[in-house]
């Protein structure tokens, strides 16, 4: 069994933790033994009693972390402190978006330890069992973030998104029909919003429009696009394809087009955005207005509901983290194509075609 390490995560709003205590009992009762970083639950409302409770090892500081493991699973993508004490011999397992992110694709390599996203891992079925549970929440968020900066105190066109009698209902436009995209969906239509969805797969828009009828659906071409985004008040952009950069749908030209105080929230920030031009904010500044339009794009948006994230995260990593603790990396073919950087060279093709 490989020694497998939690540590806190670093990155600015981020409360999230790997896995939860509940997931650990497993991992332990399966003769895994877990290390933790002090204090790396706390911000997901589990104090580090609730982990020695269940057998896993509490150590005080990153560099004991690091040096004790083999295995690193962490939320998001090592920053500069992580980055110091990772090691040739370690397995990194995490979120990392390599394709909008070469510098770390280069310091990986540089490493020569190998690293597993887990945005890339995919199910028998062709899903993203690692990726969608972070999808869901971002899909929703995107929604109750737009609807709060909408308020005439955050800077926004003063609408509510659902209306009220006598008064118009707001207008929400989402681009792209995947899993962030139609919990987006879910959400803008549970508070009354119009709202409308676009996306290149007819099929995904036929099974949205079958579950939700006054869904307003459209094939994503870009005369439609900047239509509909121009009487918008909010606009999600959900837009994601697997292990790449995410394309551009919302142009320059067409947020000029946009009413002013209306917003965008870009959700695929952490594969560089959809949304062209738009720059990454954060927890503390959370968004920003260019050309009269307030844009928000947080890479970590679910790291803003950290125990519910944690718990669901949490869930569906920790069988794939006892598969790799169990040293199943080689045999497990859905985890062996989801390597991106082993031995100080990029192994997955998709990414060296993203990096050309």
């Known amino acids: 069994m490989m020694k497998t390490g939690i540590p806190k995560e670093t ?11 509940a997931d650990c009992k497993m991992l332990v009762e399966a003769g895994c033994h877990v290390c933790i970083e002090k204090g790396a639950g706390v ?3 589990y104090p580090d009693a609730d982990y020695e409770s269940v057998g896993v090892e509490v150590l005080n500081s990153p ?6 493991v083999a295995l690193v699973v962490k939320v998001k993508q090592p920053l500069e402190r992580d980055l110091k004490y990772l090691r040739a011999d370690h397995l990194l397992f ?5 394709a909008a992110d070469i510098p770390l694709i280069e ?8 690293a597993i996203p887990f945005e890339a891992v995919s199910s028998d079925e062709g899903g993203h069992p690692l990726l969608a549970p972070m999808s869901a929440i971002a899909g929703r968020l995107s929604v109750i973030r737009g609807a709060r900066l909408l308020f005439g105190t955050s ?8 209306g009220v009698d006598g008064a118009e209902r707001g207008r929400v436009a989402v681009l792209g029909a995947g899993v962030a995209g139609s919990h987006a969906v879910s959400t803008a239509l549970g508070l009354e919003a119009e709202v409308h969805v676009f996306d290149l797969n007819e099929q995904r828009l036929a099974d949205l429009k079958q579950r939700y009828p006054e869904l307003i659906t459209h094939l994503s071409e870009p005369d439609v696009v900047a239509d509909v985004c121009a009487q918008a008040d909010l606009v999600v952009g959900a837009v994601m394809v697997a292990g790449r950069r995410a394309p551009v749908v919302l142009t320059h030209e067409m ?7 209306s917003i965008i929230v870009d959700i695929a920030i952490d594969q560089g955005g959809c949304v062209d031009g738009i720059r990454v904010t954060d927890a503390e500044e959370l968004a920003y207005s260019s050309q009269g339009v307030i844009h928000s794009a947080v890479p970590n948006m679910p790291g803003a509901v950290p125990r519910t994230a944690s718990q669901s995260l949490s869930a569906a990593v920790a069988p794939y983290v006892q598969r790799l603790a169990e040293g199943a990396l080689a045999s497990d073919a859905n985890l062996q194509a989801a390597v991106a950087v082993s031995g100080g060279r ?9 990096m050309r």
């Not at 800077?155 to 659902?162: I, Q």
């Open 155 to 162: 800077g926004g066109r003063g609408v509510l998104l659902g």
């Open 94 to 98: 995490s979120y990392l978006h390599l």
């Open 63 to 68: 560099e004991a972390l690091y040096a004790e």
């Open 107 to 114: 310091r990986l390599c540089d490493l020569g330890l190998t």
């Open 346 to 354: 990029v192994v997955d093709p998709v990414l060296k075609e993203e």
């Open 255 to 261: 947020i000029g087009g946009m009413l002013e105080g």
């Open 11 to 21: 990155m600015r709003g981020e409360g999230r933790v790997a896995l939860v205590p």
């Open 43 to 45: 911000n997901s409302g």
